[in-house]
Protein backbone atom coordinates (compact mmCIF):
# COMPACT_ATOMS: atom_id res chain seq x y z
CA UNK A 1 0.00 0.00 0.00
CA UNK A 2 1.36 3.03 -0.82
CA UNK A 3 1.56 5.99 1.64
CA UNK A 4 1.61 9.55 1.78
CA UNK A 5 3.92 11.17 3.98
CA UNK A 6 2.92 14.43 5.72
CA UNK A 7 6.02 15.35 8.42
CA UNK A 8 4.00 17.49 11.01
CA UNK A 9 6.84 18.75 13.54
CA UNK A 10 5.84 18.64 17.33
CA UNK A 11 8.20 18.22 19.82
CA UNK A 12 9.86 15.53 18.32
CA UNK A 13 6.96 13.67 16.65
CA UNK A 14 5.05 13.38 13.52
CA UNK A 15 1.31 14.05 13.54
CA UNK A 16 -0.82 12.01 10.64
CA UNK A 17 -3.06 13.66 8.53
CA UNK A 18 -6.03 13.06 10.39
CA UNK A 19 -4.51 14.55 13.28
CA UNK A 20 -6.34 16.86 15.86
CA UNK A 21 -9.79 16.55 13.90
CA UNK A 22 -10.38 13.23 14.21
CA UNK A 23 -9.06 13.38 18.12
CA UNK A 24 -12.04 15.97 19.11
CA UNK A 25 -14.25 13.13 17.42
CA UNK A 26 -12.93 10.16 18.90
CA UNK A 27 -14.70 10.21 22.58
CA UNK A 28 -18.19 10.39 20.46
CA UNK A 29 -18.00 8.30 17.60
CA UNK A 30 -17.45 5.40 19.88
CA UNK A 31 -19.81 4.00 23.49
CA UNK A 32 -16.62 2.23 24.05
CA UNK A 33 -13.56 4.21 23.38
CA UNK A 34 -12.41 7.32 25.38
CA UNK A 35 -9.08 7.80 24.18
CA UNK A 36 -7.05 10.35 22.15
CA UNK A 37 -6.18 7.64 19.16
CA UNK A 38 -3.48 5.86 18.56
CA UNK A 39 0.01 6.02 19.59
CA UNK A 40 2.81 4.74 17.32
CA UNK A 41 6.55 4.79 17.94
CA UNK A 42 8.76 3.50 14.97
CA UNK A 43 11.52 1.55 14.96
CA UNK A 44 14.99 2.05 13.46
CA UNK A 45 14.83 3.51 9.94
CA UNK A 46 11.83 5.47 10.86
CA UNK A 47 8.54 6.17 8.48
CA UNK A 48 9.08 6.22 4.59
CA UNK A 49 10.90 3.12 4.51
CA UNK A 50 8.63 1.75 2.30
CA UNK A 51 8.79 -1.44 4.51
CA UNK A 52 8.18 -2.18 7.95
CA UNK A 53 7.56 1.47 9.09
CA UNK A 54 5.23 2.08 6.84
CA UNK A 55 3.46 -1.26 6.93
CA UNK A 56 2.74 0.26 10.80
CA UNK A 57 1.65 3.26 9.61
CA UNK A 58 -0.43 1.71 6.69
CA UNK A 59 -2.18 0.41 10.05
CA UNK A 60 -3.02 3.35 11.71
CA UNK A 61 -4.00 5.35 8.43
CA UNK A 62 -6.96 2.49 8.30
CA UNK A 63 -7.77 2.61 11.32
CA UNK A 64 -8.10 6.39 11.89
CA UNK A 65 -10.07 6.28 8.63
CA UNK A 66 -12.64 3.54 9.77
CA UNK A 67 -13.40 4.76 13.30
CA UNK A 68 -12.78 8.03 13.22
CA UNK A 69 -9.88 8.23 15.31
CA UNK A 70 -6.78 10.14 15.57
CA UNK A 71 -3.09 9.14 15.85
CA UNK A 72 0.13 10.50 16.82
CA UNK A 73 3.08 8.57 14.81
CA UNK A 74 6.65 9.48 16.54
CA UNK A 75 10.02 8.72 14.95
CA UNK A 76 13.17 7.44 16.46
CA UNK A 77 16.08 9.51 17.10
CA UNK A 78 19.89 8.45 16.41
CA UNK A 79 21.79 6.19 18.52
CA UNK A 80 18.75 6.36 21.24
CA UNK A 81 18.79 4.05 24.68
CA UNK A 82 16.34 2.12 25.93
CA UNK A 83 15.33 5.61 28.71
CA UNK A 84 14.78 7.82 25.26
CA UNK A 85 12.19 4.90 24.09
CA UNK A 86 10.52 4.41 27.68
CA UNK A 87 9.99 8.41 27.38
CA UNK A 88 8.55 8.34 24.53
CA UNK A 89 5.99 5.77 25.02
CA UNK A 90 5.37 7.54 28.76
CA UNK A 91 4.41 10.73 26.94
CA UNK A 92 1.77 9.09 24.36
CA UNK A 93 0.36 7.53 27.45
CA UNK A 94 0.27 9.86 29.35
CA UNK A 95 -1.58 11.99 26.69
CA UNK A 96 -4.25 9.70 26.94
CA UNK A 97 -3.37 7.98 23.38
CA UNK A 98 -4.89 4.26 23.84
CA UNK A 99 -3.78 2.37 21.90
CA UNK A 100 0.33 3.22 22.16
CA UNK A 101 2.32 0.72 19.90
CA UNK A 102 5.71 -0.19 19.57
CA UNK A 103 6.93 -0.88 16.30
CA UNK A 104 9.42 -3.41 16.69
CA UNK A 105 11.43 -5.86 19.38
CA UNK A 106 13.53 -3.11 20.38
CA UNK A 107 10.85 -1.38 22.27
CA UNK A 108 10.50 -4.66 24.57
CA UNK A 109 12.30 -3.52 27.36
CA UNK A 110 10.39 0.24 27.09
CA UNK A 111 6.88 -1.52 26.78
CA UNK A 112 7.60 -3.89 30.09
CA UNK A 113 8.53 -0.45 32.06
CA UNK A 114 5.46 1.95 30.80
CA UNK A 115 2.85 -0.61 30.40
CA UNK A 116 3.39 -1.47 34.33
CA UNK A 117 2.87 2.15 34.73
CA UNK A 118 -0.35 2.86 32.98
CA UNK A 119 -2.76 -0.61 33.85
CA UNK A 120 -5.50 1.23 32.26
CA UNK A 121 -3.90 1.88 28.70
CA UNK A 122 -3.68 -1.09 26.47
CA UNK A 123 0.08 -1.49 24.97
CA UNK A 124 1.31 -3.54 21.54
CA UNK A 125 5.09 -4.47 20.73
CA UNK A 126 5.83 -5.95 16.82
CA UNK A 127 8.19 -9.16 16.69
CA UNK A 128 8.76 -9.46 20.34
CA UNK A 129 7.15 -11.83 23.05
CA UNK A 130 9.00 -11.23 26.08
CA UNK A 131 6.68 -8.67 27.64
CA UNK A 132 3.87 -10.67 29.62
CA UNK A 133 1.23 -8.46 30.73
CA UNK A 134 -2.61 -8.33 30.87
CA UNK A 135 -2.75 -5.03 28.84
CA UNK A 136 0.10 -6.03 26.28
CA UNK A 137 0.01 -7.36 23.08
CA UNK A 138 2.46 -9.21 21.35
CA UNK A 139 1.84 -9.35 17.84
CA UNK A 140 4.83 -11.85 16.42
CA UNK A 141 5.21 -13.60 12.94
CA UNK A 142 5.66 -16.84 11.48
CA UNK A 143 8.60 -14.45 9.29
CA UNK A 144 10.35 -17.77 8.25
CA UNK A 145 7.08 -18.87 6.27
CA UNK A 146 6.63 -16.23 4.08
CA UNK A 147 10.63 -16.46 3.45
CA UNK A 148 10.43 -20.06 2.59
CA UNK A 149 7.95 -19.31 -0.21
CA UNK A 150 10.65 -16.02 -0.90
CA UNK A 151 13.34 -19.09 -1.42
CA UNK A 152 10.31 -21.18 -3.67
CA UNK A 153 10.51 -18.31 -6.23
CA UNK A 154 14.22 -17.37 -5.79
CA UNK A 155 15.10 -20.60 -6.91
CA UNK A 156 12.96 -21.03 -9.55
CA UNK A 157 12.91 -17.72 -11.02
CA UNK A 158 17.18 -18.12 -10.98
CA UNK A 159 19.45 -18.88 -14.35
CA UNK A 160 22.55 -19.66 -12.37
CA UNK A 161 21.15 -21.88 -9.82
CA UNK A 162 23.03 -18.90 -7.18
CA UNK A 163 21.06 -16.47 -5.57
CA UNK A 164 21.58 -14.38 -2.46
CA UNK A 165 20.49 -13.51 1.19
CA UNK A 166 21.05 -10.01 2.87
CA UNK A 167 19.92 -9.39 6.84
CA UNK A 168 19.91 -6.38 8.13
CA UNK A 169 21.37 -7.29 11.61
CA UNK A 170 23.20 -10.05 12.85
CA UNK A 171 20.08 -11.71 15.65
CA UNK A 172 17.81 -14.32 15.89
CA UNK A 173 14.96 -12.76 14.36
CA UNK A 174 16.29 -11.74 10.94
CA UNK A 175 18.03 -15.19 11.53
CA UNK A 176 14.55 -17.26 10.78
CA UNK A 177 14.01 -14.79 6.95
CA UNK A 178 17.17 -16.61 6.48
CA UNK A 179 16.47 -19.96 7.65
CA UNK A 180 13.04 -20.05 5.52
CA UNK A 181 14.44 -18.27 2.38
CA UNK A 182 17.03 -21.07 2.68
CA UNK A 183 14.90 -23.86 3.34
CA UNK A 184 12.57 -23.21 0.63
CA UNK A 185 15.45 -22.55 -1.99
CA UNK A 186 16.78 -26.07 -1.03
CA UNK A 187 13.74 -27.69 -1.72
CA UNK A 188 13.40 -26.64 -4.89
CA UNK A 189 17.06 -27.43 -5.84
CA UNK A 190 18.76 -28.90 -2.82
CA UNK A 191 22.36 -27.89 -4.56
CA UNK A 192 21.63 -24.33 -5.06
CA UNK A 193 24.78 -21.90 -3.53
CA UNK A 194 22.77 -19.21 -1.27
CA UNK A 195 25.53 -16.43 -0.62
CA UNK A 196 24.35 -14.59 2.77
CA UNK A 197 25.58 -12.02 4.40
CA UNK A 198 24.13 -9.26 7.57
CA UNK A 199 25.26 -5.87 7.33
CA UNK A 200 25.79 -4.99 11.06
CA UNK A 201 26.08 -7.01 14.51
CA UNK A 202 23.61 -4.70 15.86
CA UNK A 203 20.37 -2.28 15.54
CA UNK A 204 22.82 0.73 16.29
CA UNK A 205 25.64 0.62 14.09
CA UNK A 206 22.81 0.95 11.05
CA UNK A 207 22.22 -2.45 9.58
CA UNK A 208 18.51 -1.67 9.28
CA UNK A 209 19.05 2.49 8.20
CA UNK A 210 21.78 2.27 5.82
CA UNK A 211 20.63 2.06 2.26
CA UNK A 212 24.40 2.47 1.15
CA UNK A 213 24.93 -0.62 3.14
CA UNK A 214 22.43 -2.40 1.61
CA UNK A 215 23.65 -1.36 -1.98
CA UNK A 216 27.53 -2.46 -1.21
CA UNK A 217 26.50 -5.63 -0.37
CA UNK A 218 23.67 -6.75 -2.81
CA UNK A 219 26.65 -5.63 -5.39
CA UNK A 220 29.51 -8.12 -3.84
CA UNK A 221 26.59 -10.67 -4.03
CA UNK A 222 26.00 -10.14 -7.76
CA UNK A 223 29.04 -9.67 -8.75
CA UNK A 224 29.91 -13.35 -6.98
CA UNK A 225 27.20 -14.25 -9.24
CA UNK A 226 23.72 -14.52 -7.55
CA UNK A 227 21.15 -13.46 -10.03
CA UNK A 228 18.20 -13.13 -7.45
CA UNK A 229 18.58 -11.18 -4.00
CA UNK A 230 16.21 -11.24 -0.46
CA UNK A 231 16.85 -8.91 1.98
CA UNK A 232 14.92 -8.42 4.77
CA UNK A 233 16.67 -5.46 6.12
CA UNK A 234 14.30 -2.29 6.18
CA UNK A 235 15.37 0.82 4.97
CA UNK A 236 18.75 -0.75 4.08
CA UNK A 237 16.85 -3.41 1.78
CA UNK A 238 15.99 -0.07 -0.61
CA UNK A 239 20.16 -0.03 -1.41
CA UNK A 240 19.85 -3.59 -2.10
CA UNK A 241 16.68 -3.19 -4.83
CA UNK A 242 18.07 -0.39 -6.42
CA UNK A 243 20.92 -2.11 -7.20
CA UNK A 244 19.45 -5.19 -8.16
CA UNK A 245 17.92 -3.41 -10.66
CA UNK A 246 20.99 -1.35 -11.86
CA UNK A 247 22.48 -4.53 -12.43
CA UNK A 248 19.36 -5.81 -13.62
CA UNK A 249 18.67 -9.07 -11.75
CA UNK A 250 16.01 -9.84 -9.91
CA UNK A 251 15.25 -8.90 -5.88
CA UNK A 252 12.62 -9.99 -3.71
CA UNK A 253 10.97 -7.16 -1.59
CA UNK A 254 10.01 -7.52 2.41
CA UNK A 255 7.70 -7.11 5.07
CA UNK A 256 4.99 -4.23 2.63
CA UNK A 257 4.56 -5.20 -0.72
CA UNK A 258 7.52 -3.46 -2.39
CA UNK A 259 6.58 -3.38 -5.80
CA UNK A 260 3.71 -1.04 -5.20
CA UNK A 261 5.73 1.26 -2.89
CA UNK A 262 5.27 4.72 -4.88
CA UNK A 263 9.12 5.68 -3.54
CA UNK A 264 10.37 2.04 -5.46
CA UNK A 265 8.62 2.77 -8.75
CA UNK A 266 11.86 2.82 -10.83
CA UNK A 267 13.25 -0.24 -9.70
CA UNK A 268 9.15 -2.22 -9.67
CA UNK A 269 9.99 -4.30 -13.25
CA UNK A 270 12.86 -5.90 -11.45
CA UNK A 271 11.28 -6.48 -7.55
CA UNK A 272 9.55 -10.24 -8.49
CA UNK A 273 7.84 -10.11 -5.41
CA UNK A 274 7.76 -9.81 -1.58
CA UNK A 275 7.87 -12.02 1.45
CA UNK A 276 4.78 -10.04 3.55
CA UNK A 277 4.49 -9.24 6.92
CA UNK A 278 0.97 -7.73 7.95
CA UNK A 279 1.98 -5.40 10.06
CA UNK A 280 -0.32 -3.07 9.08
CA UNK A 281 -2.96 -5.56 10.06
CA UNK A 282 -1.60 -6.30 13.33
CA UNK A 283 -1.75 -2.74 14.17
CA UNK A 284 -5.33 -2.47 12.45
CA UNK A 285 -6.52 -5.35 14.84
CA UNK A 286 -5.27 -4.07 17.80
CA UNK A 287 -6.82 -0.23 17.22
CA UNK A 288 -10.23 -2.13 16.65
CA UNK A 289 -10.18 -4.32 19.78
CA UNK A 290 -9.43 -1.56 22.04
CA UNK A 291 -12.34 0.59 20.06
CA UNK A 292 -14.87 -1.88 20.42
CA UNK A 293 -13.99 -2.84 24.44
CA UNK A 294 -12.43 -5.86 24.05
CA UNK A 295 -8.75 -5.14 23.67
CA UNK A 296 -6.33 -7.79 22.10
CA UNK A 297 -3.27 -9.38 25.31
CA UNK A 298 -1.30 -11.95 24.64
CA UNK A 299 0.78 -13.31 21.90
CA UNK A 300 -1.26 -12.63 18.33
CA UNK A 301 0.67 -14.47 15.43
CA UNK A 302 0.78 -14.02 12.48
CA UNK A 303 1.09 -17.22 9.40
CA UNK A 304 0.22 -18.15 6.24
CA UNK A 305 -2.91 -20.02 7.27
CA UNK A 306 -4.40 -16.24 8.78
CA UNK A 307 -2.97 -14.12 6.00
CA UNK A 308 -0.42 -12.69 8.67
CA UNK A 309 2.48 -13.26 6.41
CA UNK A 310 2.14 -13.85 2.43
CA UNK A 311 4.28 -13.79 -0.46
CA UNK A 312 2.83 -10.63 -2.65
CA UNK A 313 2.43 -11.47 -6.80
CA UNK A 314 1.63 -7.91 -7.79
CA UNK A 315 3.93 -7.70 -11.13
CA UNK A 316 2.42 -9.34 -14.06
CA UNK A 317 6.07 -10.86 -14.89
CA UNK A 318 6.06 -13.09 -11.92
CA UNK A 319 2.40 -13.60 -12.61
CA UNK A 320 3.67 -14.90 -16.23
CA UNK A 321 6.29 -17.35 -14.66
CA UNK A 322 3.44 -19.93 -14.08
CA UNK A 323 6.00 -22.49 -12.59
CA UNK A 324 7.05 -19.90 -10.05
CA UNK A 325 4.20 -19.40 -9.46
CA UNK A 326 2.67 -22.90 -8.92
CA UNK A 327 5.42 -23.73 -6.95
CA UNK A 328 4.68 -20.61 -4.82
CA UNK A 329 1.43 -21.78 -4.14
CA UNK A 330 1.83 -25.08 -3.61
CA UNK A 331 4.89 -24.42 -0.98
CA UNK A 332 2.35 -22.05 0.65
CA UNK A 333 -0.65 -25.34 0.83
CA UNK A 334 1.79 -27.37 2.22
CA UNK A 335 2.98 -25.38 5.29
CA UNK A 336 -0.99 -24.62 5.92
CA UNK A 337 -1.62 -28.13 5.82
CA UNK A 338 0.98 -29.14 8.08
CA UNK A 339 3.33 -31.22 4.96
CA UNK A 340 6.19 -29.19 5.61
CA UNK A 341 7.86 -27.33 8.29
CA UNK A 342 9.69 -24.25 8.54
CA UNK A 343 12.69 -23.55 9.94
CA UNK A 344 13.17 -20.75 12.40
CA UNK A 345 17.46 -21.13 12.93
Known amino acids: MAVAVIAVAATG??????????????????????????????????????????????????????????????EPQDNETDADKIQRLTQLAQAGYNPVIGVGFVYGPAVKEVAAKFPK?????????????????????????????????????SKKAHIGFIGGVDIPLIHKFEAGYV???????????????????????????SPDKGKDAASGQIEAGADVLYAAAGLSGQGVISEGAAKKVWVIGVDSDQYNQSALATYK?????????????????LVKSVYEGKPLSGVVRGSLSNDGVGFADSNPKYKAMTDVVAAVDKAKQDIIDGKVTVNTK
Open 121 to 157: TTFGIIDDESVQATNVADMVFHEEQASYLAGVAAAKA
Open 183 to 209: QGAKSVNPSIKVESQYLTETPQEGGFS
Open 13 to 74: CGESSTGSKANDSASSSSGKYSGKGIGLAYDIGGKGDQSFNDAAYAGLQKAEKEFGIGGRDV
Open 269 to 285: DYILGSALKNVGGAVYD
